[in-house]
């Protein structure tokens, strides 16, 4: 539809990757994002911090731990569509990440920071 319109309004696709702010407690409705999206939900996504379970893509077709996942938080996206506005024209596509890890370094990374947050409260 964009392309439909592209003569009369400019447009570009802002690719952003997954919000940090889905894996905290309460998930992105607690951030106010996403709350009719039926994903917003703490443990809606890929992981279940509270619970300590994943349903991850996290192998590739040869077995092998290489799935990768793009990560940033919604904070730095606004800033980045803010920024964008003063760009004298706009690509197709605007692509954003602050951090770009495998499924199975976010998931051994939630583990530890889970454990290790634990301990501390012992």
């Known amino acids: 539809m964009l392309a439909h ?6 447009s570009t696709a802002f690719v952003c990757g997954v ?3 889905r894996f905290q407690p309460g998930g992105l409705t607690r951030a106010r994002i996403g709350t009719r999206s039926g994903f917003g939900n703490e ?8 619970n300590m379970s ?3 893509p996290a192998y590739d077709m040869h077995n ?12 730095n ?7 964008a ?6 690509p197709a596509e605007l692509r954003m990440s602050a951090e770009r890890l495998t499924v199975q370094q976010l998931l051994l990374l ?9 301990r501390v409260l012992r």
């Open 19 to 21: 919000f940090y702010e």
């Open 43 to 50: 443990g809606d996504y890929i992981i279940d911090v509270a």
């Open 64 to 75: 092998q731990p290489s799935v990768t996942i793009c990560m940033t938080s919604a904070a």
């Open 5 to 10: 319109y592209s003569g009369s309004i400019e």
């Open 54 to 56: 994943a349903q991850a």
């Open 85 to 90: 506005i003063e760009m004298p024209r706009w």
């Open 77 to 83: 996206v606004a800033r980045f569509v803010t920024r």
């Open 110 to 118: 939630v583990k530890h920071l889970k454990s290790t947050f634990f």
